[in-house]
């Protein structure tokens, strides 16, 4: 049953990775694998519990007869409870992120991005897109952050081939600042939640080589293209009776909205509490600011709902979808047992982060960035200091200690191979749902030089390790 599981995982993987071929949704695969795979656990539950957990099995029994009844009791209320909440605290934080953007955007407060991009110098524009979307998406998620700025390309440029260029530099940007902070990406936000890194540590590990895989394919994107570009008018966004905040109004919001993001790092330092609760606060807070500013406005019927936050929230419930279905699937095949023997065979015949960093980002080329670090980040738990004393080689094992090198090395690589195929981010898929890129197309202009930055940051992590 152990190796039907596992083998329903990998299956998974595989329609992940062909997905542009088989035209299946993401979100509906892992889904499918997680479902099914605690289905097949909980029918062979009696064994995989007296094989993993009998101690806790017996305590909770107290002397009570051990019945089917009871093996399934202890699996849901004792195994199967932890995996939802450890995935229901991305998935939150997720929702937070969205619903934040989501008032931020019908309110105005990211149309002053659209006032600086127009311009007819190509490279300007390049550079401009790509720095805003950078920085937004290391306070939000990335996927979030491409979708709002290709919405934007989109209304600016009305030639589809520069389109796919300037979309590709969005999504190169969107992928490195995401993989810049624990908040801008759901595998770092994982490895935060888990306890395998700091916010600060992180960033600061990650900073010059996310600038690299970054700056290099995009000065290279900027080669292809003319010296000018012609931008179409757009009037700017009809909203009705939506709005009518002045630019006060709006700054305060996206202060209150993207400050309280920047905080909830240090949210979590003061309180040790998930950090699904501090972006749970800075939402309150903006919600009630947007009813205070739009008092007047409040009325149901004067409210119109515009079309760019519906695209985001159909992307981000898919993103949610996916990684709740990535961590259910993961945390069966954990709980058969097999991932402690994968991890006896990588420190017995890897035994270098660097060779595993390598391996996670050829992976997460083709099948996602997400289950990718989900699949490499369950091989190994987090030490501590104590118990590194215990290991003959401390060397190697120091980098599965909080803020170890594996972890960073795994975030960075697994996101990195997003931007060498565009089938291996949510982001990319966007990209290629909107402005109809072939893969090909992509690897050649694109992927390659991505593939060359993204191992120059992978160097300059070496060097600086």
């Not at 595998?187 to 935060?192: A, S, T």
């Not at 994968?342 to 997400?370: K, L, P, R």
């Not at 501590?384 to 975030?411: C, E, H, P």
């Amino acid at each position: 049953m152990a190796l039907i599981i596992i083998s329903i995982l990998i299956v998974g993987y595989v329609l992940i990775a062909m997905g542009h071929v088989t035209k299946m949704n993401k979100a509906a695969i892992a889904m499918f694998a997680g479902t099914v795979g605690w289905v097949l656990y909980i029918c062979y539950g009696t064994d995989f519990v007296m094989s993993q957990h009998p101690r806790e099995y017996s305590d909770f029994l107290s002397g009570a007869a051990a019945t089917s009844a009871n093996v399934k009791h202890f699996i849901a209320q004792n195994i199967f409870i932890k995996y939802v909440g450890k995935g229901a605290e991305i998935v939150l934080f997720l929702l937070s992120t969205m619903t934040i953007v989501e008032i931020l955007d019908n309110n105005g407060c990211f149309d002053f991005l659209s006032e600086w991009m127009r311009t007819r110098s190509s490279r300007r524009l390049l550079w401009t897109m790509a720095g805003i979307t950078f920085l937004i998406s290391a306070n939000l998620d990335n996927l979030t952050t491409t979708t709002m700025m290709l919405v934007i390309m989109h209304k600016l440029l009305p030639n589809r081939r520069q389109r796919m260029v300037f979309g590709s530099a969005i999504v190169l940007a969107a992928n490195c600042g995401g993989a810049l902070t624990v908040i801008g990406d759901p595998n770092g936000l994982l490895l935060w939640t888990n306890g395998a890194v700091t916010a600060t540590s992180f960033s600061a590990s990650l900073a010059l080589p996310c600038l690299m895989a970054w700056l290099l394919p995009t000065w290279w994107l900027g080669r292809s293209l003319p010296s000018h570009v012609e931008l179409q008018s757009t009037a700017m966004p009809y909203r009705g009776d939506d709005t009518n905040l002045n630019r006060w109004q709006r700054l305060l919001m996206l202060f209150v909205g993207i400050g309280g993001l920047w905080f909830i790092p240090t949210f979590h330092n003061i309180t040790k509490l998930s950090p699904f609760l501090g972006a749970l606060c800075v939402l309150s807070v903006l919600w009630i600011v947007n009813e205070v500013v739009n008092r007047k406005l409040m009325n149901i019927d004067q409210m119109i709902q515009r079309p760019t936050p519906r695209v985001l929230q159909y992307g981000i419930i898919q993103l949610m979808l996916f990684v709740m279905g990535v961590m259910l699937a993961i945390g069966a095949v954990r709980e058969t047992g097999i991932i402690n023997h994968i991890e006896q065979f990588c420190h017995a015949n890897i035994h270098n982060v660097w060779i595993m960093g390598v391996i996670a980002g050829v992976s997460s080329c083709v099948i996602d960035t997400f289950a990718t670090c989900m699949s490499f980040f369950s091989l190994h738990q987090v030490i501590d200091a104590q118990q590194l004393r215990l290991f003959s080689d401390s060397g190697y094992m120091s980098a599965f200690v909080t803020n170890g090198m594996y972890w960073k090395i795994i975030a960075y690589c697994s996101a990195m191979g997003g931007n060498v195929l565009l089938l291996g981010s949510m982001s990319g898929l966007a990209l290629m749902k909107m402005e109809h890129i072939h893969v090909g197309w992509y690897f050649k202009h694109v992927g390659a030089v991505a593939a060359i930055g993204s191992a120059l940051g992978l160097v300059l992590m070496w060097i600086m390790n």
